[in-house]
RNA sequence: GGGCGGUUAGCUUAGCCUGGUUGAGCGCGGCGCUGAUAACGCCGAGGCCGGGGGAUCGAAGCCCCCACUGCCCA
């Protein structure tokens, strides 16, 4: 058996990770596993993009992933570990348009633009570069023993043609169409996106109040509100509320129409005017808003936009007002909508209802075509409002324009302000899958519930069609063919590769733009035109979302599509019950009506010291910064001055209206002065502390906020549970403890032995429950509770005389056999949450005396089983009694300054009525450090007594003084300065000394006499000697005198401070007897000593 | 505009589901212990449990309203 030293974490972990792939011990665990088929845990990775870093919070999800992963492993099951990447998608893509130098689609696209065929390439080798160096990030954080040689990578061919076979299935089932519809599309990146993909944000903007010119009489007006002027080219309708009440304003000479709940607040307080003043205003006739149905106005842009007019002559609704009781409220605007079906979810529902045309004439790159008119054609919307506005203003019909702060759409990805515009789009449609989804939903074990029952339920409550189709260019191509006859248009839907060969022929080696767009064959229905791909990639969270079937040939080689079973659990943060939670559940109802998970973990965000991570606010946190030690250790100063950088980066971080100089100065100014502050680093290396703290720390579903503080805290657990075991060791070791020869018979074990195996066995137990309901946060709390309270804080300590190398006691050997056993359990519970340490201390402690269960590693080894017998809640309960009185005891005599080093006579403990029989009285004694513990049935009447009671105990302590106990007293002094000094000279544990010792005071020479025999065993003497005179200094000795106050018969030592001020002819003051000390009133022990 | 969290000591938080004298760690002040020792223990100060109302014998907890804060949806 080695020794184990000093707690080096990081040492530690990059000699076991290294050991595990000398060792391949990935192998050995496969082939350790079960084959039944019942023994299979399928657990599913989400997973993570391959942008190449891995960030704290990645690091947080794949640790709680790993813990299951290898508690189910011990558990004795066939785990399914297949990492996944996700290799598709809009931010690798703007990543090599960034290495590229390209600013959007068009360069791409273009004659002389770098070509397709090139950026895919460049998508490809990006993504695969990527994903060897992640594996390697996600191994160093002690998620080994996962497949991540064979990992599932979404652009392989094998899973596109998953993704196809989803695709398929919705097209069989009847869930796959093609809408034309508004989308929220970003003009940058030349897409559509889903509503997963944009977030909004607060930006300045100008809302506008126009009236619309009545086509009945030219001096009424139609009063309508608007943030968006640029969609005022588009507008073909206005909707009123039926419910609303409605009034005819007159204004100066004109008749204004808006809801009467908005008039004041336009009239008088935005335009000023004044009721019944001449150039005022005054109410005329109401109208329920139901009248105004079917009034036709003229478009307050007709002449620029001749389009319009053969809109109306389309559809004699258009320029009308619909009803809407929906989307027109009474408050905020004038109580009139405008209305462009192109543009706008809302607008596009009624628009369809009454029969209106689509109108959009904006394309994808943001900009109006020719069907806006001349003046418009080619112009940027979100660009073009002002010049609107001055054409209104020209016209005479622009009523108000204000400032308003309100939310708007953007781009996820490059935060692009978004535009609505309606296109052709491919939808699955779920929302005919909704009922059933809810229902699936509520079989799903959600940790935590609301995850389930609200937060996702709430989703699916409010589902629309999924958008499938985009327009981009890295990902996976829609397998839907086309026939391009325009009588014809038969479409066909790709679900395999073989399919694809069957009809077409052929089948590229890659499937993925532009090759497969060169796959086309002859219409089969009309015999006349090709069948030809649509232009459209799928959305990537569909590659995601077929991943249970798509990734079955990377799991175990088969393809399983029909035939898949649910994964057993999965495990993601909150944002994806929009994303992959509901992309997983939506692709298996669509292509197989079941669910595809039973059991879901949803966890946080990752903040740091209270603020959302942020480079550029300084409190990011990553995981290499955490094993090489490099935290930055914030003061509450820095904090305080991140948290106002970062509230004004998060103000002026998409509000580009408003003057930022200001900010940007306090901002600049708030930064110096926190880096001025001297950096202090953290200096706790290596992840399994972090594997640890951010386990154990967050509430399932809670962000986890990481706090140095916290952090350091952690790290004493694992330095106190790594203390233990050296502990342990060195007294085996002392004590020649054989494992094989040394054994326990429990029914023969003290009590206090029964206790410690009764806790570590109550902790299995609770464990093991903890785990298999996934409640992962509370494993480390109990270990930790386990750890400090238990073992280290009380069984330690109560056992530490007992194993010591001189104790006589047969029954030591007892008591190492427990220990031994219940640190093995230890070990074993400690694995999943931290398997370098565990292995490490599996290694040199238990691993070469085992040979009967002996592993290779600690990672082959089972979960323990609870046994019930060792686990007996009385005994328990008695130590928490017995623990309380001792804590009393101690803290009585600390406050009436008797040390506890210093024997007192005798306990008497007064049970109350309900008080049960009191075990432990040895333990009480013990550690009390009292000469007998009595159980009374009254106050003792002799003696000195001090007291204090407990709930079922009063307490009685006699710290009446003898000969004894003062000789006891001064012993337990001097033998401490004796011990302290070997320390500080540096002599081990046992290594003998020559030891002199003197005392001319008759007591304390007496009292060394008494007690010779004691000093030699405690400090090791080999020889010792006693005399009474002056004690000579001599080279290569250590010199020491030990004074106590002899004042009465106090015997206290006086500190070497204390003593040295009195030997100045200073007076000093005894702190037992409170009595002062001159040179007269001292007695002093000569200590000498060196190395045998 | 709607929904979901959070608000407990200077800091970080437990307790809430299932009502019955708020519990800890860090920090602070004091004391002590000690061959697990750059470790540990004890004592102390520090809480109108965000505010208001309600049902209850009784609320940090349950119900309603409000405030601040974060997130999600529109």
Redesign the pocket.
Known sequence: MKTLE?FDSLEIEERIIKWWETEKTYDLIKKAEPKAKNKKFFYLDGPPYTTGNVHLGTAWNKILKDMIIKYKRMRGFRVVDTPGYDTHGLPIEVLIEKKLGIKNKKEILDQNGIGIEKFIKECREFSLSQIEPMNEQFKRLGCNFWNWDNPYITLKNTYIQGVWWTIKKAWENGYLYQGFRPMNCCPRCGTALA??E???YDIQDTAIFVKFRSVEDPKTFYVIWTTTPWTLVSNTNIMANPDIEYVKMRVKDETWIMGIASTADLLQNKLGLTLKAEDGFEYGERIPGSKLEGKKYIHPLADEIPYQAELEGEEPKVHSILMSREYVQESGGSGLVHSAPGHG??DFEVGLANGIPIFSPVEMDGCYNSQAGKIFEGKYVHEVNREIMDMLIEKGTLIHEENIQ??YAHCWRCKTKLVYRATKQWFFKVTALRNEMLKANEEILWIPK?AGF??FK??LN?L?DWCISRQRLWGIPLSIWVCDDEDCGDIDVIGSMNELKEKAGECPEDLHIPVIDQVTWKCSKCNKGTMRRVPDLADVWLDSGSVMWASQQFVDGHEHYDTWEPADFILEG??Q??GWFNSLLSSAMLSSKRKNYNACFMHG?VHS??M?MSKSIGNAVLPEDLIEGKVEILT?KQ?ENMRKIA?LA?ISKFDKTKKTDTKKKVRKAAKKKFIKDDKRWS?IKGIETFRFYCVG???P???F?F?Y??Y??TF?VL??LW??Y??AQ?KMNLNKFDAKKHKFVYEELSLVDKWILSKTYSLIEELTKLYDVYELPSIPNRLQDYI?ND???W???II?DRVDVNAEDEEKFTTLAVLRHILYKLCLMMAPLNPMISEEIYQKMFKDEMISKSKASIHLEKWPKVVKKYIDESIESQMHEARQII??V??LK??N?I????PTKSLSLLPTEESKELEFIDLIEDMCNVKEVLIVEEKPDKGKIIETEL?LYKIYLDIKDSKKLQQERIL?DL??TI??L??QN????G?EINLKIASKHPFLLGTLKDTKIRIIE???ANPMEITNLQIEKEDGWIFHDFHVCTNGKCFAMIREKAAKKIFEGIEGKC?YCSKSITQDTVGTIQIKFKRV
Request: avoid cysteine; glycine fraction near 2%.
């Open positions: 000093k509503k997963h944009f977030e909004y979810p809302e309100h939310e609301r609200t937060n709430s989703w409010s629309q909150k944002d019950i929009r965000w010291h209270g959302k509450e904090k509230t998060s200096n720390n967050v509430p579903g809670r962000d906020n706090d503080k916290e350091t805290d004493k330095n106190t203390n233990t050296l502990f060195e400090l073992l280290s804080r069984y330690i300590t530490r804590d009393e101690r803290s600390s406050e300054k040390k506890l080093r210093w709930p337990a033998l401490r011990q302290f070997r320390k540096k002599l081990q544990t290594e405690k400090v090791t702190s």
